[in-house]
């Protein structure tokens, strides 16, 4: 199982910016896929996340603004932002959960500028 995210990039506050993770492996055995982000200095927190199911949840902090999505063949999970802010600013992470092992991609770096 292997998860790798890109699309990661600079934008300006107000744009938006789409994230990508290529999932691989067992892709139907995930409990769940979710978003992490790493903001410059800090811990890194949760986005958001999809269920097997294909139901969302979200931080306070992206509701409204983040919507997270898989295509129907489960290899890609998406993370479209939009309205962003300069506190959004962060290196983001999927993650796949299967019953209790986690599994990380790389991370992408996201900057918005002011």
């Known amino acids: 199982v292997q998860l790798q995210a890109f699309g990661g990039g600079l934008v300006q506050a107000g744009g938006s910016l789409r994230l990508s993770c290529v999932v691989s492996?067992?892709?139907?055995?995930?409990?769940?896929l979710a978003w992490y982000r790493q903001p410059p200095g800090n811990e890194r927190e949760w986005v958001g996340r999809?269920?097997?199911?294909?139901?969302?949840d979200y931080a306070d902090s992206v509701k409204g603004r983040f919507t997270i999505s898989r295509d129907r063949g489960k290899k890609m999970l998406y993370l479209q932002m939009n309205i962003l802010k300069p506190e959004d600013t962060a290196v983001y992470y999927c993650?796949?959960?299967?019953?209790?092992?986690?599994?990380w991609g790389q991370g992408t770096q996201v900057t918005v500028s002011s």
């Open positions: 993650k796949g959960t299967i019953r209790s092992a986690e599994f």
């Open positions: 492996g067992n892709r139907n055995a995930f409990k769940s």
């Open positions: 999809i269920t097997a199911n294909g139901i969302t």
